[in-house]
């Protein structure tokens, strides 16, 4: 998985309470994303970060926040959860945003995944 | 909303076939195309990416990309079972947000003995 870790892997929690998962590389690459993905809708993007506290909204991004104070580490929180954020949730990086070259360093790698339950 | 089509599947091939999975976008600024391969219960594995048009080969994986037609296809020659899996076309360009990935919903294949 890219030297790409999350935690926790599963998590079951309840409705209202807040919860924050947590990505980490050691790649040192500088662009990292949160997605979730869902029956019948696929891969979509939720927060990205383009930088160490530079971070930006993606496609479904309501109801959550994220953070960076550090290169290695991108952290996503669900302040007060609801069930419609049930999903598997994954952390990506990638070392560039350079485009459609064929170093393929915008090629995004995928870390293993959270499993929330939201009760 | 930038679109990325594929068929749903489950695509049956039998073992030693060739598999063609087949994808289109309606970006027509995208610049980057990918494949992953993701099996049940697992992270989305890259297999292939393609930047120009034409064929790309990998040892059993071919990706063809055609921007006129705005299409993108992987072929897999010599199906194995271990193959079967869902697989993730992904287009990437600069009106996507944050250059985040746009992914289509998925082909699950299936490679029978």
């Known amino acids: 998985d890219a030297g790409i870790t999350q935690s926790p892997r599963h998590k079951v929690t309840e409705t209202g309470t807040p919860v924050t998962l947590r990505c980490h590389q050691t790649e040192n690459h500088r662009y990292m994303y949160w997605y979730r993905q869902d029956p019948g809708h696929g891969l979509r993007l939720i927060h990205y970060s383009y930088g160490v506290k530079d971070t930006d909204k993606g496609e479904v991004s309501d109801g959550y926040s994220v953070s960076r104070s550090k290169t290695e580490d991108f952290l996503l929180t669900l302040e007060s959860a609801t069930s419609s954020q049930t999903s598997v949730y994954f952390c990506?990086?990638?070392?560039?945003?350079?485009?459609?070259?064929?170093?393929?360093?915008?090629?995004?790698?995928f870390g293993p995944g959270t499993r929330l339950t939201v009760l | 909303q930038k679109e990325v089509e594929q068929n749903s599947g489950p695509l049956s091939v039998p073992e030693g076939a060739i598999a063609s999975l087949n994808c289109t976008y309606s970006d027509r600024g995208s610049q980057s195309f990918f494949w992953y391969r993701q099996y049940s219960g697992k992270s989305p594995e890259l297999i292939m990416s393609?930047?120009?048009?034409g064929d790309k080969e990998d040892g059993r994986f071919t990706a063809q990309l055609n921007k006129a037609s705005q299409y993108v296809s992987l072929l897999i020659r010599d199906s194995q079972p271990s193959d079967s899996a869902t697989y993730l076309c992904?287009?990437?360009?600069?009106?996507?947000?944050?250059?985040?990935?746009?992914f289509g919903k998925g082909t699950s294949l299936l490679v029978t003995p």
């Open positions: 393609i930047y120009s048009n």
């Open positions: 992904a287009v990437n360009g600069a009106s996507n947000s944050g250059y985040a990935l746009n």
């Open positions: 990506a990086i990638s070392e560039s945003m350079v485009l459609g070259l064929a170093g393929g360093k915008d090629t995004q790698y």
